[in-house]
Each structure stands twice: as structure tokens, then as C-alpha cells.
């Protein structure tokens, strides 16, 4: 069946650096942090007051150096270095004030941002995740938001932090002696410069890395869950896939290094220099103290004092920056996802379906998957009465399960409608479509879960004695009851604890809860043997009992009783009836039924 294009990710893409891009993902950024101005209103009035306080300390130490020492003054030496040790006090309190709010914030936007994507993503239609790698889905809410952790939870503040320690710390500088400051900050553009180069080298090696995580994720999520590893051992592919998992993680440790080592020489030259800049000052100040300069000892040493002071914040606003050109590339693959449109929406005037009767029509429906592919329904009109059964036939391919997700709306069709009781399911509420419409597809999922909590998805307020009487109905409950522990036994991942049979019926206990009043059956017993049928095929009935029911039929014989039965072929109605009038019209209906009968004969 086809199911339109491939969703192709950007993850590989190097897109040209666009300043109006940039400054579009910023200010998105700059929006998560909106709601919490208030507790960042206070950690920048932290960070300007700890700024301030730092600068005090180089002027209180030229006048230990210069007044008190000289002159012996020992109170104002003790004042003086009093107020030192307060100011190194106060400033540490601040510090972890001003770490602990910002955490808090950048938690909350991370919370924020995760909680985003993730609800977006429910919104979208089937389509996207038939087309759409898990792993790939995985990697976006996982790696790629967990790589802007540090951004969010502390680069923010960093930055305003040694914004405001730069500023305050060169004038400073410049108060003590204009020709020092200048001499020490010469070389400071130059570096500016060459890590806005490092940065964008970053960002591009950071893209590709993205995109090689999100396909080790993929492999890991398929090869190693339960049919993974089946299909692995038995096919005999377990050394290939452990190659493939080499060679992509390979190609992570490289660009690993490549991130690591991109600008080291850069990084390494501006460290240097900033660690002989002090050396050089001493040389500078000490020979135009020698040609009478008149530059004190004590502006010396306060002066270097507060050059080790720059160049921390300086080195980390240069660090910072590259950080940020990095998180950028994460941003745009997060804010990508954000701006999947959603395809499957709900109206802003959306009406809530109340406990109705279940008749449902299609009306002229047109439908198919992606604009370019090829009509999967043509002009299909079919009518399904309250309380009866509709059975859909055809051969792979021909649109049967398409129409059943249709009707839950998994889907929204192209052209004409589907009604319940003669309302557009379009105009109508997702929660109260889905309390009207159950679906038990032949591929039933089950969560890494208990019975009990995989049946209580369906109805989270349900007591146990309506889990138990459920059960009971689709024919479960005695080989639950038989367990060790019973509705608790964990069900193991994809229901693999149970057979097919049986996971079919807890399925079908799960929609018994919910009890829809309008009924899909997705060839529900088509990969079961024929003993398992009868009793999946029992619960189905008992289920069916008082509903309308939709049966997409693989085994004709499941649906003989059915009040009317559709023929499609190319997605089309090409015959329509009861069993006997499809029988004794002898068209292809009846040659479906003869095959079918045939290869029921050779099992």
C-alpha cells in the first residue's frame, strides 16, 4: 500500500548560515524563557550586584599596597582587608543563589521544550510515523533537546554574568590606568573573530552528529527489541547488523573529534595569550614606572588583579560562543519538528459526540495518501445502520483497511465525508470520536506493562471488577486468573509474554472497556491459526453484539452473517450485498470466496 513520500529530516543538510535565521531561532529561544521573567529579574539583579562587588576588591588592594603597608597603618589595613574577605563571602552566597535559580529556570524551559514536541507530535496524523523512522523521533526529543541542556540551564546567565563582569571589570581597568587597558585589551577583537570562525565549524560538525546519533538510535530501537533479535537470529543477519552498528558508531567517535578539536589551536592561542598577559603587564607598567610614568605598585598589582579577573569571563564569553553557535544547529532540528504542520487538526468550534446509535456513512469519498500517489479510495458511498455490520473485502491493496481508519479518523479524506449519525467526523471532537470508535487491528500493541494497567489504558478510572468482567467477555480472563500473578503479570515488551491469540483477546477485553458503540475490526484474526480463530473470533463476536460494526475481512468465512458486505478492487466498489446475493451473483465476490474456500481445503 502506498503510503506517500518518505519524511526526509533535514539532518544532513548544510544550510548556508543565514543572519536572519539566526536571529528568527533566538528570538525562539528567547520566548521559552518568557514565562519566568520574574526569577530571572532577580538572578540578573544577582549577577549585576556580584559584578559590582568583584571590581572593589583590586581598589581596596592598592591601598593595602599603597596607604596602609607604606604608612603602618594597621586599622585600615584590618578595614581594608575586612572588607576583602566580605566581599569574597557575599559574593560566594550570591553565586549559589544565582545558581540555583537559574538551574531551576533552564529545568523548567527544558520541561517546557520536551512537553512541546511531544504533544506536537501527537497531533499528527498516521501518516507522519508510517513515513518516519522511531528512532529518528526518539533522537529529536532525547538527544537533541538533551544536547541543549547546558545551553538552557546555565549559558543564558553565563553570559549575562561575564557580559556584565567584562564590563564592569574594563572600567574598572580604565579607572586605574587608561595606557594599562589598553595595552591588555589590543588583541581582543582578533580573538572575537576567530571564535565566531570556530563557532560556525561547530555548528556544521554538530548537524552531521545529530543526524548519526538519531540513526544509531534507529538501529538500536529496531535491532534490538524483541522482533529484532528474531528476525535477526533467524535470518541469520546478527554479525551484519553488529557491523552496521560498528560503522555508524565509528563514524560518531570521529565527528566526536572532529567537534572536540575544532578551533583547539585557536582556543590554545587565546589561553596562552591570556596567561602571559599578566607577565607583560609587569613589564609594561614596570618600564613606564622606570621613565617616570608615574604608575604606582599598588596600580600594578591591582591592575593584574583585575586582568585575572577579565580573562576568565572573557574566555568564557569566547567558549560560550561557540556553544551557542552548537546549540543552534539542535534548536533548528527541535524548532523543525515544532513546525511539522499538523495535518489532522481539530476545529476551534469542534462538537462533542454524546452516546449516539452508530450509524455511520461514507459519502463520496475520495482519498489517498500524499498528493502525487495514486487514489487509494475512489468515490466510495456506503451506508452502515446503527447496530449492523458492514463487511469490507478485496484483495491486498484494494483500500480495505483505509476505509476502516477513515472512519476513526486517523486519516481525513481527500474529498466527500464520513458521518456519524450524519455528522461530518471532521466537525466533532478528537476525545469524544475516539469514546464513539474502537479499532482491534490484527497487529495488536501491547505496553511494557501489567494486564491490569494494559487494560485500564482503555479506561483509566475502571475497578478491577470491570477490568475482570471485561476479560471475562473476550475470553481471557480464566488464563489470566491462571498466572502466577494473575492481571499484575508484566506482559513483556510488545505483549510478547502471551501468544497471538491472546494478545488478541486482551485487545479485545481493552475495547470491551472502553465500549464503543461504533466498531472496527482490522482483519483481527488473519494471522491466527485456525483454533485460536474460534476463540479470538468468539470474543469478537460477543463484542460485536449491539454495535456497528466495520469487519475488514481476510478469511471470508468470518463474515457470511454480515448485513452487508463491499467488494473493493482499485478502491472502488465494484459489488455490494448479502453473502447469498453476492453468491448467486457470481462475480467477484464469489471468486474470492472460491479461493478462499480452496486454500481452506489445502491448510
Known amino acids: 500500500m502506498n503510503r506517500g513520500r518518505r519524511f526526509e529530516p533535514r539532518d544532513r543538510v548544510e544550510r548556508p548560515e543565514d543572519p536572519a535565521i539566526r536571529r528568527a531561532t533566538l528570538r525562539r529561544v528567547g520566548r521559552l524563557f518568557r514565562p519566568y521573567w520574574k526569577p530571572l529579574g532577580t538572578v540578573l539583579g544577582l549577577i549585576v550586584i556580584g559584578s559590582l562587588l568583584g571590581i572593589v576588591s583590586p581598589f581596596l588592594l592598592r591601598r593595602v599596597l599603597d596607604d596602609a603597608i607604606p604608612h603602618q597603618d594597621t586599622t585600615l589595613l584590618t578595614l ?252 533548528d532540528r527541535v524548532f523543525e519538528y515544532l513546525d511539522l504542520p499538523v495535518d489532522l487538526d481539530e476545529k476551534p468550534d469542534a462538537i462533542a459526540l454524546g452516546r449516539c446509535r452508530g450509524d455511520v456513512a461514507f459519502e463520496g469519498v475520495w482519498f489517498r495518501y500524499s498528493p502525487d500517489a495514486e487514489w487509494t479510495l475512489r468515490d466510495v458511498s456506503v451506508t452502515v445502520p446503527a447496530g449492523s455490520t458492514l463487511a469490507i473485502v478485496g484483495e491486498t491493496g484494494s483500500g480495505k483497511t483505509t476505509m476502516g481508519y477513515l472512519v476513526a479518523r486517523l486519516y481525513d479524506v481527500e474529498r466527500g465525508s464520513v458521518t456519524i449519525e450524519g455528522i461530518d467526523i471532521r466537525d466533532v471532537t478528537f476525545a469524544s470520536l475516539a469514546a464513539t470508535v474502537g479499532v482491534v487491528s490484527q497487529e495488536t500493541y501491547l505496553f511494557h506493562a501489567s494486564v491490569r494497567e494494559n487494560l485500564r489504558f482503555a479506561q483509566p478510572d475502571a475497578t478491577d471488577d470491570e477490568i475482570e468482567a471485561a476479560a471475562r467477555a473476550a475470553r481471557i480472563h480464566d488464563l489470566i486468573a491462571s498466572l502466577p500473578d494473575g492481571y499484575e503479570t508484566m506482559v513483556g515488551e510488545r505483549g510478547y509474554r502471551f501468544s497471538g491469540g491472546e494478545k488478541q483477546r486482551i485487545a479485545i477485553a481493552r475495547t470491551i ?60 466498489i465494484v459489488e455490494r450485498g448479502t453473502h447469498d446475493e453476492l453468491l448467486a451473483l457470481g462475480g467477484r465476490y464469489a471468486e474470492l470466496v472460491s479461493r478462499d474456500e480452496g486454500l481452506a481445503r489445502i491448510g
Open 513 to 572: 472497556l472502553r465500549n464503543p458503540p461504533v466498531l472496527v475490526l482490522d482483519e483481527a484474526t488473519s494471522a491466527l491459526d485456525t483454533q485460536t480463530e474460534r476463540a479470538v473470533q468468539d470474543a469478537l463476536d460477543k463484542l460485536a453484539e449491539g454495535r456497528t460494526t466495520i469487519a475488514i475481512a481476510h478469511r471470508l468465512s468470518t463474515v457470511r452473517d454480515a448485513d452487508q458486505i463491499v467488494v473493493l478492487d482499485g478502491g472502488q
Open 80 to 331: 581594608l582587608v575586612g572588607g576583602m574577605i566580605a566581599i569574597s563571602v557575599i559574593t560566594g552566597v550570591l553565586g549559589v543563589a544565582q545558581t540555583y535559580l537559574s538551574n531551576s529556570v533552564g529545568q523548567r524551559v527544558m520541561h517546557d521544550l520536551r512537553s512541546a514536541v511531544y504533544r506536537h507530535l501527537q497531533r499528527l496524523s498516521l501518516a507522519f510515523f508510517t513515513r518516519t523512522r522511531t528512532g529518528e523521533v526518539q533522537s529529536r526529543i532525547s538527544n537533541d533537546i538533551g544536547g541543549v541542556d547546558t545551553v538552557v540551564t546555565s549559558t543564558a546567565t553565563s553570559i549575562v554574568s561575564n557580559v556584565t563582569t567584562v564590563i564592569a571589570t574594563i572600567v574598572a581597568m580604565f579607572l586605574l590606568d587608561w595606557r594599562l587597558a589598553a595595552f591588555s585589551l589590543a588583541l581582543l577583537p582578533v580573538f572575537i573573530l576567530l571564535t565566531r570562525r570556530v563557532g560556525r565549524e561547530r555548528k556544521r560538525i554538530t548537524t552531521i552528529r545529530q543526524g548519526t546519533l538519531a540513526d544509531i538510535s534507529t538501529l538500536v530501537e529496531e535491532s534490538l527489541s524483541v522482533s529484532g533479535i528474531l528476525l535477526g537470529k533467524t535470518m541469520g543477519r546478527a554479525p551484519e547488523l553488529g557491523d552496521r552498528f560498528a560503522g555508524r558508531s565509528a563514524e560518531l567517535a570521529q565527528l566526536e573529534v572532529q567537534q572536540r578539536m575544532a578551533g583547539r589551536w585557536v582556543m590554545a592561542t587565546v589561553q596562552t595569550t591570556f596567561a602571559v598577559m599578566p607577565a607583560l603587564i609587569y613589564w609594561f607598567g614596570g618600564y613606564t614606572l622606570a621613565h617616570g610614568g608615574g604608575i604606582s605598585i599598588g596600580t600594578i598589582v591591582a591592575f593584574t588583579t583585575l586582568q585575572t579577573r577579565l580573562f576568565f569571563p572573557i574566555g568564557q564569553l569566547l567558549s560560550v560562543q561557540i556553544d551557542v553557535h552548537t546549540s543552534l544547529a539542535l534548536f
